[in-house]
C-alpha cells in the first residue's frame, strides 16, 4: 500500500516566486502541496496538517506569524546556500529544523561570477546595445575594455564556490588571490595556483578584479566600504555575488561616480530589487543581475531534489543531510 504523503507549503507553483513545472512535480511525487495562498484561504484547514516549509528565493517568508500558525511544522528546507534570510535560532526554538542545499548551487554560482567578470571586463552589454540599435554609431573607443588573461583575481571567501571560480580563472592564466577566515590547504592553494592574503587590504590592493562570495554574517555587513573601495586600484572590477549587505552600496556609488574603481558587476543588490530611481541603477560602469546565481535548470533540479531529501529525512524523524546549524 502507498504511504500517505505528507503536507507541504509551497510559495506558488509557477508565478513570480513560483517553482517552474519540472521543479514542481518533483515535490508533487513526495508531498501533498499546499500554495501559500490556499492557506491564507483557509488556514484551520491547512495549518495544522503542514510538515514542511519549502522555500525558494525567500518566499513565503518564513516569519514568526506563519511559522507559529503551523502547529505540525518539522522542517523549513531552503533552496540556495545563504540561510541570512532565515531566523534559525527562533525557527529552531519553535522545535522546527533548518534545512539548505549546500554544493548543488556552486557550479552555477561561480558560472556566473565568471559571467560578470567577462561581461564587465568586456563591456558585452554595451555591445549588444550598439549593435542591435541601428541609431548608435560605434565608437570604438567606447567598447575598449580591460584585458582578463593575465590579470589579478582576488576571491574574498574561500569556500566552495570561491574555490569553483579559482578553477575557472586558472584557464584564464588569471594570477589568483584570495582571502578567507581558515587557509585552505596547500594542496588546494597549488591545485589552482592561489596565493592567501591574510589583509584583506593587501588583496584589494592587488587585484584586478575582486569577487565577494562571502557568507552574510554581522561580520561581513559592511564589510566592503569607503576605506576598502579607496584601496582599489582605479582600473579595478568589483564583483559581487554574494549579498547586498556586504558592500556598502553609497560608498559604492561614490566609487564609481568618481572613477575611484573602473566599474562594478553585482548579481546582489539591497534591497532586491532596487528601487527605480537608486543611483546604481543610472551608472554607465555597472552591470547588474536580479540575483540568478543559482537560476540553470540543472541547478534548480538539484535543489528541489536536495530539498526533498532533507524535507523526507525530517518527516520521518531522521537526521537531515544538511541540517543548518549556527555555530
Ligand atoms: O544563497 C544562494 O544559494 C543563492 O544566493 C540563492 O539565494
Not at 508531498?31 to 525567500?58: D, S, T
Not at 561581513?220 to 549587505?245: D, F, Y
Request: aromatic share 4%; glycine share 8%.
Amino acid at each position: 500500500m502507498e504511504e500517505e504523503k505528507a503536507w507541504a507549503l509551497v510559495s506558488e507553483l509557477g508565478g513570480d516566486h513560483g517553482y517552474l513545472e519540472e521543479m514542481a512535480d518533483i515535490l508533487k511525487q513526495h508531498f501533498q502541496l499546499v500554495c501559500y495562498r490556499e492557506l491564507l484561504q483557509n488556514p484551520a484547514l491547512h495549518g495544522p496538517k503542514i510538515q514542511v516549509l519549502f522555500m525558494w528565493k525567500y518566499f513565503p517568508a518564513a516569519e514568526p506569524w506563519l511559522l507559529r500558525s503551523l502547529p505540525s511544522l518539522k522542517v523549513v528546507a531552503s533552496g540556495g546556500v545563504g540561510t541570512d534570510h532565515l531566523d534559525v535560532p527562533f525557527i529552531n526554538s519553535l522545535g522546527v529544523k533548518v534545512a539548505n542545499t549546500p554544493g548543488v548551487v556552486s557550479d552555477a554560482s561561480a558560472d556566473l561570477a565568471m559571467g560578470l567578470l567577462l561581461a564587465s571586463a568586456r563591456k558585452i552589454l554595451d555591445a549588444h546595445r550598439i549593435a542591435v540599435d541601428p541609431k548608435t554609431v560605434h565608437i570604438p573607443q567606447s567598447l575598449m575594455g580591460v584585458e582578463v588573461t593575465g590579470s589579478t583575481l582576488g576571491i574574498v571567501g574561500m569556500g566552495e564556490i570561491g574555490y569553483k571560480i579559482a578553477q575557472r580563472s586558472k584557464g584564464f592564466e588569471m594570477k589568483i588571490l584570495y582571502h578567507n577566515r581558515t587557509r585552505r590547504s596547500v594542496g588546494d592553494e597549488q591545485a589552482v595556483g592561489a596565493g592567501y592574503c591574510r589583509s584583506l587590504d593587501d588583496l584589494l590592493r592587488r587585484s584586478d578584479f575582486v569577487v565577494i562570495v562571502v557568507k552574510l554574517t554581522s561580520d561581513t555587513t559592511g564589510l566592503i566600504g569607503h576605506r576598502e573601495l579607496s584601496l582599489m586600484k582605479p582600473t579595478a572590477t568589483l564583483v559581487n555575488i554574494s549579498r547586498g549587505q556586504v558592500v556598502d552600496q553609497d560608498a559604492l556609488v561614490e566609487a564609481l561616480q568618481s572613477g575611484r574603481i573602473r566599474a562594478a558587476a553585482l548579481d546582489v543588490t539591497h534591497p532586491e530589487p532596487l528601487p527605480r530611481d537608486h543611483p546604481l541603477l543610472g551608472l554607465p560602469n555597472v552591470l547588474i543581475t536580479p540575483h540568478i546565481g543559482i537560476s540553470t535548470y540543472d541547478t534548480a533540479r538539484a535543489i528541489v531534489e536536495k530539498m526533498v531529501e532533507n524535507a523526507l529525512a525530517a518527516v520521518k524523524g531522521l537526521p537531515l543531510p544538511n541540517e543548518v546549524k549556527l555555530q
